[in-house]
């Protein structure tokens, strides 16, 4: 009997401990999450005015790119903790391959920071430049998912 005590004590506070390394590891998901969200919302207002959705606003187009900038040279430290892909966690679709493939997903993120800081300059010239800047902006985006989320 007091063995049985001993070890289920010690079970609880295994599991206690995992309950805790996943909390932490669920906040980080999210936090990368919302990190694309954001950057999401901003390449949105810029792709409706690329495409005429809504007319071309200099002021507006300006501050989504300075946001885009902004965020793509945010620190992500710790938004990617080692074994948070998408098989040991189902919120996530971060592929496996961010942690194997390393540091090309470094680089993928570095070219969106190129893409993000041409837009910069593009964004409040004229719809023109805008235009111009969108395909690798978009292009930058789209190569990380491509090689690192898993499709919908
Ligand atoms: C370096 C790689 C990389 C780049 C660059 C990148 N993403 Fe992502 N994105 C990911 C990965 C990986 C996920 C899946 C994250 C997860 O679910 O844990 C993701 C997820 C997302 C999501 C879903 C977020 C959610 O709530 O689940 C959106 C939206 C998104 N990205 C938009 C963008 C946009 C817009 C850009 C460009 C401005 C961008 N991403 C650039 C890797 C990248």
Known sequence: MKRTGLSLTLVASLVAGSAFADQA???AIKARQSLMQLYAFNLGALGAMAKGAVP???????????????LSSMSQAGMWPQGS??????????????WTKY??????????GVATAAMDTA?????????????ALGGACGA????????E
């Open 25 to 27: 590891t669920e906040g």
């Open 56 to 70: 071309y606003d200099a002021e507006a187009a300006s501050s989504s790119a300075a946001n885009l900038l902004a």
């Open 85 to 98: 892909d998408n098989g040991s966690y189902p919120d996530s679709k971060a592929l496996p391959e961010i």
């Open 103 to 112: 540091p090309d997903v470094v680089e993928k993120g570095k070219a969106l």
């Open 123 to 135: 964004a409040g010239t004229d719809l023109a430049a805008l235009q111009g800047a969108m395909k």
């Open 144 to 151: 990380c998912h491509k090689a690192y989320r898993q499709e």
